[in-house]
């Protein structure tokens, strides 16, 4: 029996270590592909993905310590909402004139070190709406951000560069339940302002880092060789030639349709699972304790990443997708049923969220990319993402 025993505990410590080299083997694979900018932005994602997972689960009960009620919270939501709006329609007309480096430089530096400072001394609503107004001025850059990005990868290694954001993405949460330590430690409050401050000092370490080793895509050099003047009726004809580009597309129009819903989802889910997994009237639990969930879906979502996005071609994309979707659907329902202080349900329902984002995400996002050239693609992406968000 003890020799049974011994031989079963042998077998689980072996099998361990092969799942644990075969995902370092998985990890090196991937970095390997990582080429100029690319591997800029994977280097210093952590600087934003590690803060922005602590104060992101943190963020609506700190706004609710603070004075604010549940329905101020989702206003300060909602008008971040349209100022990222405001921000997508102008990210496009600002990289045309200043290329998607300095856009990048300019306006990350604004919207995240210092809406992070505004956060860490916020006292009442008005700071959180100061804060979020700057904060959301970050989707000027999101159009630049993603031809910065992939500049110079080939379509089939797209998935694969998507693929590791998500890993640096998600695994920023496995720190999370340092976050709920710091929560234990020093209060909800205080602990928030360590946090926002971390962030701001973090992120303007990343911000020096791109800035010196980031490199201007060859459409950027183009236009700031161009140097063209502002000409509202032009950028209005430009926006409106895009936006029919995507309507007339049909993978294009659907795809952008599915992006509504899941990113609508998202914003409502984000926004108020941390009060309702902490809510006496939703589920009860303490704080201190809803850390290890985001760190459960991390770990879920690496692992499925790394053993299956490398293997899927690109003709396969959309049935993968639908499959991620159904997943999604059955997390939602659990969410719906849990009782309340079972963490149970909470938990299968991150671990199948997990299974969901890791296909949904890095696919999704690729499948995207390849259906636009390099010429076109900062201005769809400009109006695309402005669809998106004014839907929401």
């Known amino acids: 029996m003890l020799e ?14 092969y799942l644990v080299d075969y995902q370092k083997t998985k990890i090196m694979e991937l970095g390997h592909s990582l080429k100029g900018n690319a591997k800029v932005f994977i280097v210093t994602e952590a600087n934003w993905t590690v803060p922005i997972a602590w104060f992101g689960l943190y963020s609506p009960i700190y706004m609710i310590a603070l004075g604010l ?6 206003l300060v939501t909602s008008l971040g909402i349209a100022v990222a709006a405001i921000g997508t329609i102008l ?31 916020a006292q009442n ?52 339940p340092i976050a709920g330590l710091i929560v234990d430690g020093f209060g909800l409050v205080t602990a928030c302002r360590i946090m926002y401050l971390i962030s701001a000092v973090s992120m303007g370490f990343g911000l020096y ?4 080793h980031m490199k201007e895509t060859e459409a950027g050099r183009l236009v700031i060789k161009e140097k063209k003047k502002y000409n509202f009726n032009e950028e209005l004809a430009k926006f409106k030639t895009a936006f029919l580009h995507i309507k007339e597309r049909k993978q294009l129009f659907w795809y952008c349709v599915v992006q509504i819903l899941v990113g609508f989802a998202l914003v409502m889910w984000n926004t108020y699972y941390p009060i309702f997994l902490t809510d006496p009237k939703g589920i009860g639990l303490a704080d201190s304790e809803i850390s290890i ?18 293997h899927v071609k690109e003709n396969k994309f959309k049935k993968y997708l639908v499959f991620a979707t159904i997943f999604s659907v059955i ?22 969220n997990g299974i969901s984002m890791a296909f949904f995400r890095p696919l999704s996002d690729a499948y995207s990319m390849n259906l636009l050239t390099d010429t076109e693609r900062s201005r769809i992406v400009s109006v695309f993402n402005t669809i998106i968000i004014l839907a929401m």
């Open 4 to 17: 049974q025993v011994n031989g079963l505990i042998s077998s689980v410590i072996k099998n361990s270590l």
């Open 69 to 74: 009620s549940k329905v101020e919270v989702g």
């Open 91 to 121: 990210g496009a007309t600002i990289s045309d004139r200043l290329g998607h480096k300095k856009t990048l430089m300019i306006f990350d530096s604004l919207s995240w070190p210092v809406s992070m400072l505004i956060f860490a001394f």
């Open 125 to 176: 609503i008005w700071w959180f709406i100061a804060g979020t107004i700057i904060n959301n001025l970050c989707m000027i850059v999101l159009g630049a951000w993603q031809c910065l990005f992939i500049e110079d990868t080939p379509k089939e290694k797209r998935a694969n560069i998507y693929a590791f954001l998500q890993i640096m993405l998600n695994g920023a949460s496995l720190l999370v």
């Open 209 to 212: 880092y791109r800035g010196k």
């Open 293 to 310: 969930y985001p760190f459960i879906f991390a770990i879920v979502m690496i692992s499925i990443i790394l053993i299956f996005i490398p």
């Open 331 to 352: 997390s939602a329902l659990l969410y719906v049923i849990a009782p309340a202080h079972k963490g149970f349900f909470i938990a299968t329902a991150f671990i199948l």
